[in-house]
């Protein structure tokens, strides 16, 4: 599409109020956005330009002495998230668990488990989020269950059991009386080995996408669609912002059981996976055409409760990890079939390397080939090693976190990043086999050490357990050495942290309004060392970024497209990275290693 088409789409969501109108022509510079009124319109397209941030419940504050994270700690932080400039806090499951998968493996979708609080701990977070204006997401597993569940006890009880068909139950591949025979297709388990689990007691093999203790629903089952209804109607009476659905590419399976492909290398031999095995093309049980109209039922259901008043629409959030923007753009259903608000675009967050030329391809593809929806960018999750590991270099880290904050940020669209990645917190795996917590690695030990690294207690201070837990108390992961120079206290006093230029840029993306719902347009399409785009919306000054991913300094010239004899290519800084030189002009940006430069072009 082009840049002054979109233009158009930007002027419709002033006019649909999805931009704080105090924000248009206002100077984003270092003063906190002011508490504005909201109105109706506001609260229906609040997630449009929203900034979410996942907190990983067991590890962000513990307030009672057992080393896990609880609610409480949580509503403890809501003044700090709060001075973030944080919109929505997505929860990873604190239902019920025997916590096999940390959560992800759920025996009660109505309750909240004991080691993180009770309904009432929930309720009460319900209600100071809502008074600071921040919503809830519920993280909502609907692709299995525990094998603790009721529905689960009851389905492998007996093959006559009214339950039995709520899971996927097959017969071996020569299976007789006496033999369980060989498992009913290839398909592997993202947790290691075959995804079928052998149950003596019925004679039959269960699927399990994920671990053993993660049994998958049978979606051809209309009860289990009534079933989450229910579930997501109990949540959302109770006042929560919405849902993120997890795997939710992985509802259904080749009925025909065909076995999957191996994934080849350039010279035909297999790939082979952290656990050892060939690498499968996963084409009979992901993405397959079936799970659309789930997310349509699931969104009527969901925007039912839709209000005026806050929490106002509530989102859904689609955990997709697809192959192309084609599929992602899917995700947002056709017409008149709504499916998500924000279907993660993992497109550009797990890039996972420093590539000039591909992260501009993603980044225009998320403008021009998503149908005008609204991007959802992603860098960092609890599954998947920190920004550290997948984009840094060891010696300038800290610049890294600043650039890629800056693409997260100073795009168009909502923006979603981890607890800790605003305090620059590093991934710290464990070192013996034995200290493993997550099953992943203790599956594929020494290859895959699991997601432990990334789950590590949240460093709010440099005192004893980071601040995390009480001194004496032992975390249920170690706090990382690092700890010490990366904390929220430290942060908060330096102007020149990694939490400084946090909080700068969102109080741009919520102030300035070209930040705030303008286009971007790419510029300097040619480099290779410096990714330069441009923000424009309508009536107020554009914005120009430009973002060194080497190590040497560099000096870009940027050509605006509008500009010609009159433009006077002069721009103001908004913010850049500590110790740059203010640009003359545009013809001339210089930017460091790793540097940032942010600034208003002046007319
Ligand atoms: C994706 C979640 O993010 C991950 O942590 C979990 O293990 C799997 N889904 C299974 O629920």
Known sequence: MHWSKRIARFAIALALGSIAPGAVGQNASAKPAAQTSTTSADEQNWWKNAVLYEVYPRSFQDTNGDGIGDLNGITAHLDYLKELGVDAIWLTPIYPSPQADFGY??????????????LADFDHLIAEANKRHIRVVMDMVMNHTSDEHKWFLESRSSR???????????????????????????????????AWEWDEKT???????FYIKQPDLNWNNPKVHEAFKDIIGFWLKRGVGGFRFDAITTLYEDPNLTDEGVVKDE??????NAFGEPELDSTRTDNLPGVHPVIQEMRAATDKFDSDTFPGKRVLIGEVYLPNVTELEKMYGPPGKPEFELPMDTQVGFINKLDVATFRARLTDAEDKLGGHIPLLVFDNHDRPRIDVRYGDGAHNTDIERVISTILFASRGASLFYYGDEIGMKTTPPARREDVKDPVGITGWPKEKGRDGERTPMQWDADANAGFAA?????????????????????????DSLFAWYRNLIRLKKTNAAFAQGDNTMLDTANTKVLSWLRQAPGSPAVVISVNFTAEPQTVSLVLPWAGPGASGKVTTLLKTPGAPDPASLAAIQVGPYGVYIGEVQR
């Open 203 to 209: 004679r039959q093999y269960y699927y399990h996408r």
């Open 267 to 272: 010279n035909g031999k297999p790939i082979l």
């Open 471 to 495: 001194a004496g108390v032992k975390p249920w992961l170690p706090i990382p050495p690092t700890y010490i120079t990366f904390n929220v206290k430290a942060e908060q006093q330096n102007p």
């Open 105 to 118: 493996d759920i025996s009660d979708y109505e309750n909240i488990d004991p080691q993180y609080g009770t």
């Open 160 to 194: 006559t059991n009214p339950y039995r068909d709520w899971y996927v139950w097959h017969d071996g591949k020569g299976e007789t009386a006496t033999s369980k025979g060989e498992p009913p297709s290839n398909w592997q388990s993202d947790f290691g080995h075959s």
